[in-house]
Nanobody, 119 residues
Framework: QVQLVESGGGLVQPGGSLRLSCATSGNMLGFFAMAWYRQVPGKERELFAR???????NYADSVKGRFTISRDNAKNTMELQMNSLKPEGTAVYYC?????????????WGQGTQVTVSS
């Protein structure tokens, strides 16, 4: 059974920074991809950053240039560095992991961590 646990959320002022971590119970490099999502009330859950097993990354336009997704292989964690945070970035942030793009593949989710950007 795979477990994902997010940490690092909290309250930050506009323009500030936060670093989120996603700890995995299994072998992180065994996943095809890991990703960060966020969700605010009344809106769809948004995929905004993803890292593929081969190291390739992609970002939504809303966070490009401000957020950086990475892996810490020694700690078996996925990291998210968030800079220049905006009030509209207030959301619950979720970690996910995909085993494969195949139909038989599985997607795992963490419980989420609250990020609030406010003065």
């Amino acid at each position: 059974q795979v477990q994902l646990v997010e940490s690092g959320g909290g309250l930050v002022q506009p323009g500030g920074s936060l670093r989120l971590s996603c700890a995995t119970s299994g072998n992180m490099l065994g996943f095809f991809a890991m990703a960060w999502y966020r969700q605010v009330p009344g809106k769809e859950r948004e995929l905004f950053a993803r890292i593929i097993r081969n190291g390739n990354t992609n970002y939504a336009d809303s966070v490009k240039g401000r957020f950086t997704i990475s892996r810490d292989n020694a700690k078996n964690t996925m990291e998210l560095q968030m800079n220049s945070l905006k009030p509209e970035g207030t959301a619950v942030y979720y970690c996910s992991a995909q085993t494969s793009l195949a139909v038989e593949g599985r997607t795992y989710w963490g419980q989420g961590t609250q990020v609030t950007v406010s003065s």
